[in-house]
């Protein structure tokens, strides 16, 4: 009953869910001078785009799995062409990993560039680059044996640790 109720209470659109109900956070890069807030804005929409067309919909919840995007800008510099525009290459890493213990399930990594003006827009040009290659494809699907994997090795501790606490009367931490 304790797990049921947390379950109803985790229901949001903050997090994705894979098939078997396995949760999956989104972490993007954080605004900086370099990466605003639209361009982090427009990341989690383009990881989102790629997590469901790998299958996976949107739903809900504080999950330990994520799926992290870093995005460095490693050069930038101005096109030849008339009119000039500002262009910025990037080296993105997409991980999917265990935000608890730390274990990495899944990565790739891509050189993609981006041309516009004002620079914001290069970052966005760049994002827009990504595609849902199989390179990417391969991550998900290896990272979701991976995490099943897991919940199959520790769901008996999860299990005897709600239980324990239920016996004691400590609603809370077993819901928690």
Same mark, same amino acid.
């Given at each position: 009953?304790?797990?049921?109720? $947390?379950?109803? *209470?985790?229901? =949001?659109?903050?997090? /994705?869910?894979?098939?078997?109900? &396995?949760?999956?956070?989104?972490? %993007?890069?954080?605004?900086?001078? $370099?990466?605003? *807030?639209?361009? =982090?804005?427009?990341? /989690?929409?383009?990881?989102?785009? &790629?997590?469901?067309?790998?299958? %996976?919909?949107?739903?809900?919840?504080?999950?330990?799995?994520?799926?992290?995007?870093?995005?460095?800008?490693?050069?930038?510099?101005?096109?030849?062409?008339?009119?000039?525009?500002?262009?910025?290459?990037?080296?993105?890493?997409?991980?999917?990993?265990?935000?608890?213990?730390?274990?990495?399930?899944?990565?790739?990594?891509?050189?993609?560039?981006?041309?516009?003006?004002?620079?914001?827009?290069?970052?966005?040009?760049?994002?827009?680059?990504?595609?849902?290659?199989?390179?990417?494809?391969?991550?998900?699907?290896?990272?979701?044996?991976?995490?099943?994997?897991?919940?199959?090795?520790?769901?008996?501790?999860?299990?005897?640790?709600?239980?324990?606490?239920?016996?004691?009367?400590?609603?809370?931490?077993?819901?928690?």
């Amino acid at each position: 009953m304790a797990i049921q109720a $947390k379950r109803a *209470e985790l229901l =949001s659109l903050d997090s /994705l869910l894979f098939d078997n109900n &396995i949760k999956l956070s989104i972490l %993007v890069p954080k605004p900086t001078e $370099k990466i605003t *807030e639209n361009v =982090s804005s427009y990341a /989690l929409s383009k990881m989102i785009k &790629i997590l469901t067309q790998n299958g %996976v919909s949107c739903v809900s919840g504080d999950p330990i799995f994520a799926l992290a995007m870093t995005m460095t800008p490693l050069s930038e510099g101005m096109t030849t062409t008339i009119p000039q525009q500002s262009y910025t290459n990037y080296d993105i890493n997409l991980y999917v990993g265990n935000m608890i213990t730390g274990d990495m399930y899944g990565s790739c990594r891509m050189g993609i560039m981006g041309i516009g003006n004002p620079p914001e827009a290069t970052a966005i040009n760049a994002i827009s680059s990504i595609s849902n290659n199989t390179e990417i494809q391969m991550m998900i699907k290896t990272s979701r044996e991976k995490i099943i994997s897991w919940y199959d090795k520790n769901s008996r501790t999860f299990i005897s640790l709600v239980e324990s606490l239920v016996a004691l009367n400590k609603y809370s931490p077993a819901l928690g």
